[in-house]
């Protein structure tokens, strides 16, 4: 079992930016953010592999969100710039063990608000 606990959400305004952190109770190779706004699916943000960051390609994050890692912390970290009403959603992390099986740990979800 892996426990995520994250923070850094809040209220920002547009244009604002924002770190979002997310502790681990194991150590995990991947591990994710995603967000989901309502009335939309959970979408993957960034990634990190280790400390090889990936990032979907997509319009709406790219260019704008930086993961990053601090392994002897367990934490990883979500660089938000330059901020928009339409990035509010809950953030989750995410942590994805491979072998023996492949399991998805997540965390409670961070809520990110975006004001004009």
């Known amino acids: 079992q892996v426990q995520l606990v994250e923070s850094g959400g809040g209220l920002v305004q547009a244009g604002g930016s924002l770190r979002l952190s997310c502790t681990a109770s194991?150590?995990?190779?991947?591990m994710a953010w995603y967000r989901q706004a309502p009335g939309k699916q959970r979408e993957l943000v960034a990634e990190?592999?280790?400390?090889?960051?990936?990032?979907p390609d997509l319009d709406s994050v790219k260019g704008r969100f930086t993961i990053s890692r601090d392994v002897p912390k367990r934490t990883i970290f979500l660089q938000a710039i330059d901020l928009q009403p339409e990035d509010t959603a809950v953030y989750y992390c995410?942590?994805?063990?491979?072998?023996?099986?492949?399991?998805?740990?997540w965390g409670q979800g961070t809520q990110v608000t975006v004001s004009v």
């Open positions: 995410n942590a994805r063990t491979l072998f023996p099986k492949t399991i998805n740990y």
């Open positions: 194991k150590s995990v190779s991947l």
């Open positions: 990190i592999l280790n400390e090889d960051p990936r990032y």
